[in-house]
């Protein structure tokens, strides 16, 4: 078995830290893991996509089109520009979140109506609702943890085994506030 997971957004949305955990999870249940990362060239608002590919043997973390079962996506937008990696029973996760790019802020175009484009392709995706946690935690740093939780529920892993990880991959003084995160993320 072997599963393969695109983490997608733009900088300064977590998304690093996300599949990093990831991997910790996988590698902590046995599983080789790959992973690797594409930023943009902006260092806050540039597109980032990490690669995340887990199994018995992996040899590289690269996804091909079509080919992945999950996409994480932090923004409509940029899920919406990773579509075609998805694979036919693949899931998208969505978080129901815009960030204008310079062409709709500028007022060259409009924000495209992302939720109409995925349905009339009849793609397997779902909407969540992450600013919901991150105003009930007043903190838009954890929106990473919230789409975890809200993504742990399609592994057969203990809650122990994804609370370690997080406790493993974040500072110390930081792990309650995420810890609360997940647990909202799981409750969408």
Known sequence: MTKSILVVGVGGQGNLLLSRILGDVFLSKGFDVKISEVHGMAQRGGSVVTYV??????????IEKNEADFILAFEKLEGLRWIDYLKDDGVLIL???????MSVISGISKYPD???ILEKQNLNYKLVDLNSVVNKLNSSRVMNIALLGYFSKYFD????????????NIKEKFIDINLKAFSFGKEL
């Open 114 to 116: 992302v939720i109409s």
């Open 95 to 101: 978080n129901d979140y815009e960030i204008p790019p």
């Open 157 to 168: 892993f203990s809650e122990q085994d994804w609370i370690d990880a997080i406790k493993r």
């Open 53 to 62: 590919k887990f199994g018995e043997k992996i040899y590289s973390p690269l």
